[in-house]
């Protein structure tokens, strides 16, 4: 049997049975995907699209790579699961991994998504809090940090934060990039300040420079732990491991998520130094928290990241794809936002959705992440050649949507 015989018997009418089936917190998506190799993923009717989202910036090493179906297919017929009640090799070997990476004395928790490892590291700023009688809590506005009541609490963005509120912890919201609102923010009384090194979300949106340090040194004034929030820019993004590497500063609570695993679901938590060690035994756990398979996964795209120099090759590729559209000079164009294969193509008007449409339609998956913003994300894999054919398609798509 091939791939594509698995794929087809049931996969018809997946949009109406999704409508059917699922709550309409998503309403329908707008393609039903089918499989993908390396860049490109199929449809249900055997289209090929290329894809620029990778997942909302998660399939690293795109679709069925070699590396990670071998550690995954492997792990999971070795030991698909231990709980936390015992140890694996694959959740230490990629702690440590971690650690490594990250270059200073540090532990870590493992979780199996975003939002997790921030209710974790939400949780080890609420003990560093009660231990020094701090009681309130710094985040941005438009940040995004999660779902689940605590990353929701943190979330910046009211259209889907209030109507779930009110919240029992004390959130204080400053706008971001704005280092002197910060620093009147954060006082002797804050238990943490969470940040996205650059806000996802919000359309892929960067700090001026210099803000990240600031923050860095805001805290250690002041006491309040630094949280970055590395769920989307991490592991390679940006064209570094970590998005924080480029600002020079070292975070007191690092958490991960979305590319670590490779589609395979996993969330990180690190506290640095003290931070590290803030829980005590049975302050904090995870039925599925170390998952081997996840951590298999997570090591294969290490592994490979490292193997095939794909940080500089997510550098020379961003450079290209962030130059090609600002090159074209489209009146549909105002510029391009973010660094490495993490890009916004910011538009002269809210059609980003009907950019997105067109995109689609020839044969290429983008992501309307703000009204006015494209969002680019594609897999770290993806080629020069690959990147050359949308940015050679994009005026077409641009002029139908202008039109
Ligand atoms: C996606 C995201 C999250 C939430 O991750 P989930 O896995 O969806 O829970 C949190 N923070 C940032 C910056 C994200 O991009």
């Keep these: 049997m091939t791939k594509d015989d698995l794929a087809k018997p049931d996969a018809t009418g997946l949009r109406e049975r999704h409508a059917t089936a699922f709550m309409p917190n998503y309403g329908v998506p707008p393609v039903a995907l089918v499989r993908g190799e390396g860049a490109y993923v199929w449809d249900e009717a055997g289209t090929r699209y290329l894809d620029l989202i990778a997942g909302i910036a998660v399939s690293s090493l795109g679709h069925g790579h070699p590396a990670l179906v071998e550690a995954v297919s492997r792990q999971v017929a070795t030991l698909a699961h231990t709980s936390n009640l015992f140890v694996n090799e694959p959740e230490v070997l990629l702690a440590e991994r971690l650690l490594g990476l990250l270059g200073a004395p540090a532990k870590v928790f493992l979780a199996n998504s975003g939002t997790e490892a921030n209710e974790c590291a939400l949780k080890l700023v609420l003990k560093h809090g009660r231990a020094g009688g701090r009681g309130y809590v710094v985040a941005a506005e438009n940040g995004f940090h999660g779902r689940t009541l605590g990353a929701l609490s943190l979330t910046g963005k009211a259209s889907i934060r209030d109507q779930f509120g009110p919240f029992p912890l004390d959130v204080r919201f400053v706008p971001y990039g704005d280092a002197d609102a910060l620093k009147q923010a954060v006082t002797g009384e804050c238990s943490g300040v969470f940040l996205e090194p650059t806000?996802?979300?919000?359309?892929?949106?960067?700090?001026?420079?210099?803000?990240?340090?600031?923050?860095?040194?805001?805290?250690?004034?002041?006491?309040?732990?630094?949280?970055?929030?590395?769920?989307?820019?991490?592991?390679?993004?940006?064209?570094?491991?970590?998005?924080?590497?480029?600002?020079?500063?070292?975070?007191?609570?690092?958490?991960?998520?979305?590319?670590?695993?490779?589609?395979?679901?996993?969330?990180?938590?690190?506290?640095?130094?003290?931070?590290?060690?803030?829980?005590?035994?049975?302050?904090?756990?995870?039925?599925?928290?170390?998952?081997?398979?996840?951590?298999?996964?997570?090591?294969?795209?290490?592994?490979?990241?490292?193997?095939?120099?794909?940080?500089?090759?997510?550098?020379?590729?961003?450079?290209?794809?962030?130059?090609?559209?600002?090159?074209?000079?489209?009146?549909?164009?105002?510029?391009?936002?973010?660094?490495?294969?993490?890009?916004?193509?910011?538009?002269?008007?809210?059609?980003?959705?009907?950019?997105?449409?067109?995109?689609?339609?020839?044969?290429?998956?983008?992501?309307?992440?703000?009204?006015?913003?494209?969002?680019?994300?594609?897999?770290?894999?993806?080629?020069?050649?690959?990147?050359?054919?949308?940015?050679?398609?994009?005026?077409?798509?641009?002029?139908?949507?202008?039109?």
């Design 199 to 403: 806000q996802g979300e919000a359309g892929v949106v960067p700090p001026p420079d210099g803000y990240m340090a600031a923050a860095r040194e805001i805290c250690d004034a002041t006491g309040a732990l630094l949280v970055l929030d590395e769920i989307q820019s991490a592991i390679g993004r940006t064209g570094h491991w970590f998005a924080h590497q480029h600002d020079g500063i070292v975070p007191d609570v690092l958490t991960l998520a979305k590319g670590l695993g490779g589609g395979m679901p996993i969330g990180a938590c690190v506290g640095f130094g003290d931070a590290g060690t803030l829980f005590a035994k049975g302050d904090h756990g995870s039925t599925f928290g170390g998952n081997p398979v996840s951590s298999a996964a997570a090591l294969a795209v290490l592994g490979t990241i490292d193997r095939d120099g794909l940080l500089a090759h997510v550098r020379s590729a961003g450079e290209r794809l962030a130059g090609g559209v600002a090159g074209l000079r489209h009146p549909l164009i105002a510029g391009v936002r973010g660094r490495g294969l993490w890009l916004a193509a910011v538009l002269t008007a809210p059609v980003a959705a009907q950019v997105q449409e067109a995109a689609q339609r020839a044969g290429f998956l983008v992501n309307a992440v703000q009204p006015d913003a494209v969002r680019l994300a594609p897999p770290l894999i993806v080629t020069e050649d690959q990147i050359d054919t949308f940015l050679a398609a994009l005026p077409a798509i641009l002029s139908e949507v202008a039109s």
